[in-house]
Structure formats: structure tokens, C-alpha cells
């Protein structure tokens, strides 16, 4: 018989059992990846929104700008609702779909990135909130540094944000190490701080509320360094934590 020949029908005139086997994975296979990019798109859409929340937030202070300081609050709502949607796609991907392996540690890293991003929101909107109560007072001194360790810590999560798009675990160890140019200018805000307080006790109220704004922007950070641990699993399969291997 000629191998090149199409198939006969059989002697009941059934044509022979057809195999969508490979059909079937390959429709799979595009399901899958059209939820992934799904889910990219949306983690990256919430860290965009999460970035411009610290930029706002910080500007609302050192601008002196309420109305700016009450909208970054009331947009914290919409962050939480884009948390639950990624969470939401998350798992119908893990329960529904046989993603890879790395398709499962992507996964895995926005799973806990969204809820990282969605702390962060959270640090913005208490800047904001004890923005809207300083500008009703009287300035404390110069909010410079305070500008330069926002614009340090939105520039960590910008960039980590692109390592996470491109999976560079190198510019993720980078970014982490970067976090101790923040740590230093929050120790020199807590210290003049500090020293504000003892000198004018009249200002204490004040510079307290400064002081907790200088830590919103230490921890946001830290949680900055988080993302990039994640992200050099998704790119390596491997944990790293507290400098290990960076």
C-alpha cells in the first residue's frame, strides 16, 4: 500500500478513529499562555498604579496639596479590587491549566507579589493621610529629604517592576543592594528628627508624624526587596533571602 495514499473507509464505511490528541494540547497550550499574559499585563498594571501612589502620595506632602493627598486615599479601594482579580486569575490558572514549570513559578511570584504591591498602596495612603493633617500645620523644616528617599524608593519599584517583565535576576540583586541608600537616608531623617524634638518640644507633634512618614518610605523599600527575591526565582528557582546569594 502506498504509505503517502489517504486512508480508505473501512468495510462499514466509517472512516478510521481520527486522533485530536494533538489538537487538544495545543489548544491547551494557547489557553495557558493567553491567561499568562493576562495576568503579566494585570500585575503590571497594579504595580504602575501602586508606583503612582507613592509619586502622589509624597507629592501631596512636600507640595502641601490636600485635595491631591485625599484622592491617593480614595484610590486605595480600586488597588485592593485589581488584588483580587489577579488573585481571582491566579488560581483558575493553577486549577484549571497543567502549567510548566516556570509557568508555575510565574504564578507563584505574582501570587505573592500582588499582596507586596498592595502594602505598598497601603504605605502611600497613610503618607497621604498624614499629609492631609501637616498641611494644616506649620512646616517643619525642608522636606528634601524626604523627596529624595521617595524618589529613591518609587525608582527601586519602577526598575524591579522591569526586572520582574524581563525576568533579570542580576538587576534584582542590584536593586537590593541599592536599599541601603535608603536605610541611610532614613537613619539621617530619624536623627535630625529626633534632635528636633529635644531642641523645640513644640514641634514634636509634628516631626513624630514625620518620623512615620520617613518609616513608610524605609519599608516600602523593603518590600521593593521582596519583589526582586521573587523575581530571581522566577528567572533561577532559587529563595534568596536577607543577602543570601545576592
Avoid at 481520527?18 to 497550550?29: A, C, I, T, V
Avoid at 539621617?188 to 514641634?203: G, H, N, Q, T, Y
Wanted: a negative charge.
Amino acid at each position: 500500500m502506498n504509505e503517502n495514499a489517504l486512508p480508505h473507509a473501512t468495510s462499514m464505511g466509517q472512516w478510521p478513529p481520527f486522533s485530536s490528541s494533538f489538537g487538544s494540547r495545543e489548544m491547551e497550550e494557547i489557553k495557558i499562555e493567553s491567561q499568562l499574559d493576562l495576568l503579566r499585563d494585570k500585575i503590571l498594571l497594579l504595580g504602575g498604579k501602586t508606583e503612582d501612589a507613592v509619586h502622589r502620595a509624597m507629592r501631596s506632602l512636600t507640595d502641601r496639596n490636600t485635595e491631591l493627598a485625599i484622592s491617593v486615599s480614595e484610590e486605595d479601594e480600586l488597588i485592593d479590587q485589581m488584588e483580587l482579580e489577579i488573585d481571582q486569575l491566579s488560581i483558575e490558572i493553577l486549577g484549571s491549566q497543567r502549567p510548566t514549570e516556570h509557568d508555575l513559578r510565574l504564578v507563584v511570584s505574582v501570587a505573592k507579589i500582588t499582596p507586596i504591591l498592595e502594602r505598598i498602596a497601603d504605605h502611600a495612603s497613610s503618607i497621604a493621610d498624614a499629609a492631609v493633617i501637616l498641611n494644616n500645620e506649620p512646616q517643619i523644616g525642608s522636606y528634601i529629604d524626604f523627596s529624595l528617599m521617595a524618589d529613591i524608593a518609587a525608582k527601586m519599584l519602577h526598575e524591579a517592576l522591569d526586572a520582574f517583565t524581563s525576568e533579570d535576576a542580576i538587576a534584582s540583586r542590584e536593586i537590593i543592594a541599592r536599599d541601603q541608600q535608603l536605610d541611610k537616608c532614613y537613619g539621617r531623617v530619624f536623627d535630625e528628627l529626633l534632635a528636633l524634638m529635644i531642641k523645640d518640644p513644640s514641634a514634636a507633634n509634628g516631626a513624630a508624624r514625620l518620623l512615620f512618614v520617613a518609616k513608610h518610605i524605609e519599608r516600602i523599600g523593603d518590600y521593593v526587596k521582596d519583589i526582586c527575591e521573587l523575581n530571581v526565582y522566577l528567572r533561577e528557582a532559587v529563595f534568596i533571602k536577607h543577602g543570601a546569594n545576592s
